[in-house]
């Protein structure tokens, strides 16, 4: 597994505001995943970032509005934009540490109000 | 129809019996597949993998695959208070790094 933190835990922020959310994993890994989970509901995926590349974004998530940077192999931020309080969600990062296999390990997450 | 089918729930087993938990998946072509564990306010936590037909245990966690059926399973015997949560069933697509997710089941363990 990988140990994978997430800054910040939580915020509340205003519409029309930006919030960077950063995802720190303790190992080199390829491929980090961000998802999004709204309350009482699963997890969808928003982008795969790969470092040294752009991010690959799902079916009705752009780069626009999530911005995602990957510096680096241990490194990756997702930035919601233009926030409203449709965007209040729980953020998960989440990376696959062994490349051959593919289990996922999620960070703790970022609890995202908006209001 | 959905890509990852789960019962919502919520389910509820006695303390110390088997929870069955179930999860059907539409694409043929899926490899791989995953049990995570979300506590109320938690991140999900991997459990179980399974990549072949047939059962894998551990500990008092078994998975079940039927791949004919498109069907994975968990099991989890002598279920604990602290087995309470909500159970992600996510498949992961041949020649792709991608999971996807079922909806979950809400599992409750009664004292």
């Known amino acids: 597994s990988a140990v994978i933190s997430q800054k910040p835990s939580r915020d509340i922020c205003q519409r029309g505001t930006s919030l960077t959310i950063q995802c720190q994993v303790d190992s080199q890994v390829t491929m980090m995943f961000w998802y999004r989970q709204q309350p009482g509901q699963s997890l969808t995926l928003i982008a795969t970032a790969n470092q040294g590349s752009e991010a690959t974004y799902e079916s009705g998530f752009v780069i626009d509005k999530f911005p995602i940077s990957r510096p680096n192999l241990t490194f990756s931020t997702l930035t919601v934009s233009n926030m409203s309080p449709e965007d209040s969600s729980i953020y998960l990062c989440s990376v696959n540490p062994s490349g051959s296999v593919n289990e996922q390990f999620f960070g703790p997450g970022t609890r995202l109000t908006v209001l | 129809q959905k890509e990852v089918e789960q019962n919502s729930g919520p389910l509820s087993v006695p303390e110390g019996a088997i929870a069955s938990l179930n999860c059907t998946y539409s694409?043929?072509?899926?490899?791989?597949f995953f049990w995570y564990r979300q506590y109320s306010g938690k991140s999900p936590e991997l459990i179980m993998s399974i990549y072949s037909n047939g059962d894998k245990e551990d500990g008092r966690f078994t998975a079940q695959l039927n791949k004919a059926s498109q069907y994975v399973s968990l099991l989890i015997r002598d279920s604990q208070p602290s087995d309470s949560a909500t159970y992600l069933c996510a498949v992961n697509r041949f020649g792709n790094e991608k999971l996807t997710f079922g909806t979950g089941t809400r599992l409750t363990i009664i004292p």
């Open positions: 694409d043929r072509v899926s490899q791989s």
